[in-house]
């Protein structure tokens, strides 16, 4: 099946600070989808970007499909951007969503 | 207001017990999915169903079982087989297989 790595594992800001999280995938993919936990548990989707750029806010992300990664961009950091954001991506034969380990991201005010 | 409810929020289980968590949605979502988190890593899939009265293993399925009567409806049974169930259980849905995903916000089930 699909391999999906995360990076980096952690990473502390400054509030105000900006970040790029990347996620690498070993297959074509037909799906790949940015979520935020918060620490609750909570599991907000944030992106469904297979390919191209999309943003909200001050997050972006950036699908390059054919050289199997992903991006996503954080502007103007906030202390309640903290939490665990993951990756998670469906290979094109594929029939489920492989999530990787996920980039623990504290800001610090 | 729409979402994904699921219940409860904590639960404990006894050795030798079944236990059963509870998903609804009310988004009209044909698809829907049960995942298994535990501390510090990402999610696995445990069961999903695309359909009514349908439903596939997903790549943890050993220990857990579905039903899928309804479409508003998904719950999971923690079968006494699951030798280490404490984990984080997350329900989410989809309009159709590959579509954005939503999660509801978690049962944390532990071991007594």
């Known amino acids: 099946g699909i391999q999906v790595e995360q990076s980096p594992p952690d990473l502390i800001l400054q509030e105000g600070a900006n970040s790029t999280l990347r996620c690498n995938f070993s297959d074509s993919v037909n799906n790949l989808q940015w979520f935020h936990q918060n620490p609750w548990g909570q599991l907000i989707n944030l992106f469904y970007?297979?390919?191209g750029t999309k943003q909200n806010g001050r997050l972006s992300a950036t699908t390059v499909a054919t050289e199997r990664y992903s991006l996503l961009y954080i502007s103007s950091s906030q202390t309640t951007d903290s939490g665990v954001y993951f990756c998670a991506a469906e290979e094109t034969s594929g029939s489920r969503l492989t999530f990787g380990e996920g980039t623990q991201l504290t800001v610090n005010p | 207001d729409g979402g994904i409810t699921q219940s409860p929020k904590y639960l404990f289980r006894k050795e030798g017990q079944n236990v059963t968590l509870s998903c609804e949605q009310n988004?009209?979502?044909?698809?829907m999915y049960w995942y298994r988190q535990d501390p510090g890593q990402g999610l696995r899939l445990i069961y999903y169903s695309q359909i009514v009265n349908d439903f596939q293993k997903g790549d943890i399925a050993e220990g857990y079982s579905v039903s899928r009567e309804k479409k508003e409806s998904f719950p999971l049974t923690v079968t006494s087989a699951q030798k280490n169930p404490t984990a984080f259980y997350l329900c989410?849905?989809?309009?159709?297989?590959?579509?954005?995903?939503?999660f509801g916000s978690g049962t944390q089930l532990s071991v007594l």
């Open positions: 988004l009209n979502h044909d698809a």
């Open positions: 970007i297979p390919s």
């Open positions: 989410a849905s989809s309009t159709m297989i590959r579509g954005k995903l939503f």
